[in-house]
């Protein structure tokens, strides 16, 4: 089993930033044999593609090209999600996932394990 847990999230001005991250465990776990993925949820609205990393992969959804950056720290099992320029839109539960094998992927369908989401509030 995986775990994975979220935080950064919180309140933040249109044009501000904010810093998430999450932390992976489990006994057997190793980053380098999981693909990382961010998604985020709206009210109301199904769940979407983010960003991912896997190597030197680093997909990104068209809507925060430019603004958003997806990392990771192998040695210590985390992946964060630095996001500027951060607009209303941009307002919701944000959720970290894995998915086993190491490839990329943009569907939700292909993430094995999932956090328990934090929460991203953009005002205008």
């Known amino acids: 089993q995986v775990q994975l847990v979220e935080s950064g999230g919180g309140l933040v001005q249109a044009g501000g930033s904010l810093r998430l991250s999450c932390a992976a465990s489990?006994?057997?776990?190793?980053?380098?044999?999981?693909?990382m993925g961010w998604f985020r949820q709206a009210p109301g609205k199904e769940r979407d593609f983010v960003a991912a990393i896997s190597g030197d992969s680093t997909p990104y959804a068209d809507s925060v090209k430019g603004r958003f950056t997806i990392s990771r720290d192998i040695a210590r099992n985390m992946v964060y999600l630095q996001m500027n320029s951060l607009k209303p839109e941009d307002t919701a539960v944000y959720y970290c996932?894995?998915?086993?094998?190491?490839?990329?992927?943009?569907?939700?369908?292909?993430?094995?394990?999932w956090g328990q989401g934090t929460q991203v509030t953009v005002s205008s």
């Open positions: 489990g006994r057997t776990f190793s980053m380098t044999r999981y693909a």
């Open positions: 996932a894995a998915r086993f094998g190491g490839i990329v992927a943009t569907a939700t369908s292909e993430y094995n394990y």
